[in-house]
C-alpha cells in the first residue's frame, strides 16, 4: 500500500510537470491564483489585484467530490480525494456511486485484495456509456467478486463498537 501511494503521487507530478510545460511551450500564461471572470476576454486574478485579458481564456479549475451532507455519518466517509492517504489498506470497503471514478476505485481496491462493494442508485453503473460496455464491465466485475448493489442508496454510516463502519441502505 504505501509503495503504491508513493507511485501514485510521484506519476501525478510527473504528469502535472508534462502538462504544464506542454502549456508553457505553447506560449499559454498561467496563473495559480484564484479568479474571477469578468466577462468573455478578460480576468481579475484576485490575489494580484489586477486584470488579464486575452482573445480565449481557459479556467481549468479542476474537479472535487460532491460531499453528501444529508447522509447521516458523512462525516466517517471519505471521498476519492482521501482514497489513498489511507494509513493502511482497508480490508474492506463500500464505494457509493456508479460514475467512472467509483468503478475505477471499486477495481482498484478489488485487485489490491479488498473486499468491495459498490452501491449505485440507477439501474445500471455508468450511466452515459454504451449499454453493451456497461452490462459487460458490471458482468466482468460481478465475476471477479466485486458485489455491486444498483438501485440502492445509502441511507447512514455509523461506528460500530468493534471500530468498524457499518452501513445501512435503502
Known amino acids: 500500500w504505501p509503495t503504491l501511494v508513493a507511485n501514485k503521487d510521484r506519476e501525478i507530478a510527473r504528469l502535472e510537470g508534462l502538462y504544464r510545460r506542454g502549456l508553457e511551450n505553447a506560449g499559454a500564461d498561467i496563473f495559480n491564483s484564484r479568479a474571477e471572470l469578468v466577462d468573455a476576454h478578460t ?13 480565449t481564456i481557459l479556467i481549468a479549475t479542476g474537479g472535487r467530490p460532491n460531499p453528501h451532507d444529508a447522509l447521516p455519518g458523512h462525516e ?25 471514478i467509483a468503478v475505477e476505485f471499486a477495481n482498484i481496491f478489488h485487485g489490491l485484495g479488498v473486499e468491495t462493494t459498490l452501491v449505485y442508485r440507477g439501474k445500471e453503473i455508468l450511466g452515459r456509456f454504451d449499454m453493451d460496455i456497461r452490462r459487460g464491465l458490471h ?19 455509523e461506528n460500530t463498537p468493534d471500530g468498524r463502519l457499518s452501513a445501512r441502505l435503502k
Not at 480576468?43 to 482573445?55: D, P
Not at 466517517?76 to 467512472?100: M, Q, V
Open 43 to 55: 480576468v481579475r486574478l484576485v490575489a494580484e489585484n489586477r486584470t488579464v485579458t486575452a482573445g
Open 139 to 157: 458482468e466482468a466485475m460481478e465475476a471477479k467478486r466485486i458485489r455491486i448493489l444498483c438501485h440502492e442508496t445509502l441511507e447512514q454510516v
Open 76 to 100: 466517517l466517509c471519505i471521498t476519492s480525494n482521501e482514497a489513498f492517504d489511507l494509513k493502511e489498506l482497508p480490508r474492506s470497503i463500500l464505494i457509493g456511486g456508479g460514475g467512472y
